[in-house]
């Protein structure tokens, strides 16, 4: 299958700085990526969708000023933490989406765990 | 709106004991349905997904899900479960309409003991 790859990894920073967590799907093109939030031991939780070369459409709840997402390339989506805070610590999953004609697939990034002091 | 139950928190099985993960899907029309697989610290893996045709699918690992319509259910099971298969399980929605969405139920962990 196709790869999706996130960086950092693991990053902590401290309370009232940015962060930003890139997306990549390394084999493909995707149109459309997604930004989840997964709490200790809970689901994932859906943030954002984005689409190249247009604006996120965030889900209900969540801030779009604090959480910036730019797809600026079909491979390439970031999330931006901006002004971070202790209670944003958690771990990000990204995802690609790759349509078919009948089907779609959705490859999901090893995620990256942030950490705010 | 679309939503996924998974009516089990956490299920223990003994190794080499068979598996069922519950799945109930709340959606209108035809889903597209998934089961992940999340090892600790780790992002997610495709076991299997249904979008049409034979209702029983067949996924990696030697697991199979089974879509019943007038249940509205997409089981998970494996005949024979391994230590290695001690994870967390999601099973999620997809809605095709305009763009597209998955929604995750809140996911089974599953302890595997010898």
């Known amino acids: 299958g196709a790869v999706v790859s996130q960086h950092p990894s693991r990053v902590i920073c401290k309370s009232g700085t940015s962060v930003k967590i890139e997306c990549r799907s390394l084999?493909?093109?995707?149109?459309?990526m997604f930004w989840y939030r997964q709490f200790p031991k809970q689901s994932l939780m859906l943030m954002a969708t984005?689409?190249?070369?247009?604006?996120?459409?965030?889900e209900q709840g969540v801030e779009k000023d604090k959480f910036l997402i730019n797809h600026a390339s079909l491979t390439l989506s970031t999330l931006t933490v901006t002004s971070a805070h202790p209670e944003d610590s958690s771990f990000y999953i990204c995802?690609?989406?790759?349509?078919?004609?009948?089907?779609?697939?959705?490859?999901f990034g090893p995620g990256t765990r942030l950490t705010v002091t | 709106a679309q939503s996924v139950t998974q009516p089990d928190i956490h299920i223990t099985v003994s190794e080499g004991a068979s598996l069922e993960l519950r799945c109930n899907y709340s959606?209108?029309?035809?889903?597209?349905l998934f089961w992940y697989v999340q090892s600790p610290g780790q992002g997610l893996q495709l076991l299997l997904k249904y979008f049409s045709g034979d209702t029983l699918v067949q996924g990696i690992k030697g697991f199979e899900a089974e879509f019943k319509r007038s249940q509205s259910s997409f089981n998970l099971r494996k005949p024979s479960v391994h230590w290695s298969d001690a994870a967390e399980y999601f099973c999620?929605?997809?809605?095709?309409?305009?763009?597209?969405?998955?929604?995750f139920g809140a996911g089974t962990r599953l302890f595997v003991k010898a």
């Open positions: 084999d493909f093109q995707a149109t459309t």
């Open positions: 995802s690609a989406g790759d349509r078919g004609v009948n089907s779609y697939e959705q490859y």
């Open positions: 984005s689409n190249e070369g247009s604006k996120a459409t965030y």
């Open positions: 999620a929605v997809g809605e095709m309409g305009g763009g597209f969405k998955t929604i």
């Open positions: 959606y209108g029309a035809t889903p597209y």
